[in-house]
Structure formats: structure tokens, C-alpha cells
């Protein structure tokens, strides 16, 4: 399964990476920048509403044991877990970019491998 990414996700995204000094570059900076590479990029306008992109709200699902996770992905600058605001940068951020609801997906989490379903994505309607 391969990620979809509007340009404009893509590029800031990009952006964000290479502008990271190599001494804070993390294992999930390393992922994410793999992932966004072998992503499908579509214009702004032609990504699907149900994909979870930068600043998406999401609802997941850990497949084994049934909790339930929502968020909404941000950039690092305005991830805040007590706002249930999600860094693209942290590990569950890494593995959902790019992926639309209904998808089921496994991704090594800090708590081990997870079998992760995506219920429901909302995202603001792009401006035509």
C-alpha cells in the first residue's frame, strides 16, 4: 500500500525534513521521509476527502485490543497531546499520512507492532 499526498502535503512535508539539522534527525524522520517518497502525489484538488492529511482530524482503531484513537495532524510546531493535537513527526503520525478511512494498516508503534483501521476522516473542504 502506498501513501497518497496532495503537492502540497508533499512539499511541506519535504520541506520539513530537510530543513531538520541531521543531529535531531529521528528514526520516524527517516521513515516519514521513505514514505513520502513512494507516495502517489495528486494536485490539491483530486485527493480523495477521506484521506488523512496535514492538519486532518482521524479516528483509529487498534485492531486487537479495540481502543479507540483520535487526533487531529499537525505539524510538530502545533502538536499538543493534551489538545489531541498529533505531530506528522511521531511514530502514529509516520504511519497514517497518506492513508484513507476504512484502510487497515501495521506499523511498529512504540508499543510494538499494531494492526491499526481507520474509521473516519475529516478534512477542511480545499478552497477551489
Do not use: C
Amino acid at each position: 500500500m502506498k501513501p497518497t499526498l496532495t503537492k502540497t502535503d508533499y512539499n511541506t512535508i519535504k520541506e520539513l525534513i530537510v530543513n531538520t539539522p541531521s543531529h535531531l534527525v529521528t528514526k520516524e524522520i527517516s521513515m516519514l521521509a521513505k514514505e513520502i517518497e513512494k507516495a502517489k502525489k495528486v494536485p490539491d484538488s483530486k485527493i480523495e476527502a477521506q484521506v488523512i492529511r496535514v492538519n486532518s482530524y482521524f479516528e483509529v482503531q487498534d485492531v486487537a485490543s479495540g481502543k479507540l484513537l483520535s487526533f487531529q495532524l499537525t505539524l510538530p510546531k502545533n502538536g499538543n497531546l493534551a489538545d489531541k493535537k498529533l505531530s506528522i513527526l511521531s511514530p502514529l503520525g509516520v504511519a497514517l499520512i497518506g492513508f484513507q478511512e476504512g484502510m487497515e494498516i501495521e506499523w511498529t508503534l512504540p508499543g510494538g507492532l499494531k494492526k491499526l483501521k481507520i474509521l473516519s476522516v475529516k478534512n477542511a473542504v480545499p478552497a477551489e
